[in-house]
C-alpha cells in the first residue's frame, strides 16, 4: 500500500510548456515538501506547504488538506527544470516521512 | 541560507569494513535529522530519525545494528554502516529540520558507498 501517489512517473516537456506534477496522499499531515533532486543526486528543498498555495519564481505549488492532493506547476519551463521531483508530505507528528516515487522531468529545447 | 554538508560524497570499500557518514548542520542547531537510502532511479527511503542526545528511531525493516546513527550534538549526525556488504552499496542522503520552526528540510548532498 502506498502512502502517497505521484504521477506522472515520467514527463518531457518542450521548453516553455507549463507542467503539472500530481501528488495525492493518504495520511494525515503536517506539512508536505516538494523536493527537486539533480542528477548527481543533489536534492533541495523547493516548497512546504500546510494549505493553500506558494509561489517561488516559475515554481507553484498548491494543497488542498481536505482532498488529500497536491500539486506542482513549473510555468515556461526550461531544460534547466529537468531534474526528478518528488512529492513528501509530513505525518502529523512531525517527523515522520513519507516520499512519492518521483517524477523524472525532461524538458528539451 | 541553511547549508548541511555531508562527507564523504564517495566512498569504496571491501566488503566486511564499517564506513561512517556525516551529517553537520553548519549555520543552524538541528535538533531532529533524517537519514535516508536511494537505489539507482528509486526514491528515497527514510531510514531512521536522529534526535539529538537520544536513540535514533529507526524504520520498519532497517537493521539497528547494522546502520548506527549517533547525534551527539545539534549540528552533528553519523551513520555507520557496519560490517558492510555489496548489497549495501547505495546513496545515503542526510537532512535537518532547522530548530523548532520545522520549516524546512536542508539536505545534505549524498554519499555514495560502494562495497567491493
Known amino acids: 500500500k502506498n502512502e502517497v501517489e505521484q504521477s506522472p512517473q515520467n514527463l518531457t516537456a518542450q521548453e516553455g510548456e507549463f507542467i503539472t506534477i500530481n501528488c495525492s496522499y493518504s495520511v494525515g499531515i503536517s506539512a508536505l515538501h516538494w523536493l527537486q533532486q539533480h542528477p548527481g543526486g543533489g536534492i533541495v528543498s523547493l516548497f512546504m506547504l500546510s494549505s493553500g498555495k506558494k509561489k517561488h519564481g516559475r515554481l507553484i505549488a498548491t494543497i488542498n488538506i481536505q482532498e488529500k492532493h497536491s500539486s506542482l506547476h513549473i510555468t515556461a519551463s526550461h531544460p534547466r527544470d529537468s531534474a526528478v521531483y518528488i512529492c513528501a508530505p509530513q505525518g502529523g507528528t512531525g517527523n515522520q516521512f513519507y516520499f512519492g516515487t518521483g517524477t523524472s522531468l525532461t524538458v528539451i529545447p | 541560507g541553511a547549508v548541511v554538508s555531508q562527507h564523504p560524497s564517495r566512498v569504496i570499500c571491501k566488503s566486511g569494513t564499517s564506513v561512517k557518514i556525516e551529517c553537520r548542520s553548519l549555520d543552524f542547531q538541528a535538533t531532529t535529522m533524517f537519514w535516508y537510502r536511494q537505489f539507482p532511479k528509486q526514491s528515497l527511503m527514510l531510514m531512521a530519525t536522529?534526535?539529538?542526545?537520544?536513540?535514533?528511531?529507526?524504520e520498519q525493516g532497517v537493521e539497528k545494528d547494522k546502520f548506527l546513527i549517533n547525534h551527539a550534538s545539534l549540528t552533528l549526525s553519523t551513520l555507520t554502516v557496519t560490517s558492510a556488504h555489496p548489497e549495501d552499496s547505495s546513496f545515503y542522503i542526510c537532512?535537518?529540520?532547522?530548530?523548532?520552526?520545522?520549516?524546512?528540510?536542508?539536505f545534505g548532498s549524498g554519499t555514495q558507498l560502494s562495497v567491493l
Open positions: 536522529s534526535n539529538e542526545g537520544s536513540k535514533a528511531t529507526y
Open positions: 537532512s535537518a529540520l532547522k530548530g523548532d520552526t520545522n520549516e524546512k528540510l536542508f
